[in-house]
């Protein structure tokens, strides 16, 4: 299974009975890839931006895939929002930093890529 933040589990947008109700709708098999990529074999993998928000209770699971994609040899690039939650990138209007949080995500997949602004 992914691994989860249960600090923050209650008051950050995305409560721990969410994630139960995710886990029991979409009946996934726990012991595939499919459920967790940590359970991937992650060679061959394309290049790889991920990002996190600090205050997310799949904070934890996303640090782990990063590291796993780094050992792998997949080239990454692991960002993480301080002080933002779960979904942040769709409160823009909302949390004031998380719009630069966005800019900052997509500069690093444009450089991934080889693209300028």
Do not use: C, W
Not at 26 to 49: C, E
Not at 50 to 78: E, M, N, Y
């Amino acid at each position: 299974p992914y691994p989860s933040t249960k600090a923050f589990g209650a008051g950050y947008g995305l409560d721990a009975p969410d994630v139960a109700f995710f886990e029991k709708s979409l009946a996934a098999n726990q012991k595939s890839p499919r459920h967790s990529a940590l359970l991937a074999d992650l060679k061959g993998f394309p290049p790889t931006v991920l990002a996190t928000a600090s205050l997310d209770p799949l904070r934890d699971g996303g640090r782990a895939f990063a590291a796993k994609l780094a050992q792998a040899g997949v080239p990454v690039s692991f960002y993480e929002a301080e002080g933002n939650v779960h979904g942040y990138t769709t409160f823009r209007k909302a949390i004031p930093s998380a719009q630069d949080d966005l800019d900052t995500i997509m500069a690093m997949a444009r450089a991934m890529l080889g693209q300028s602004k």
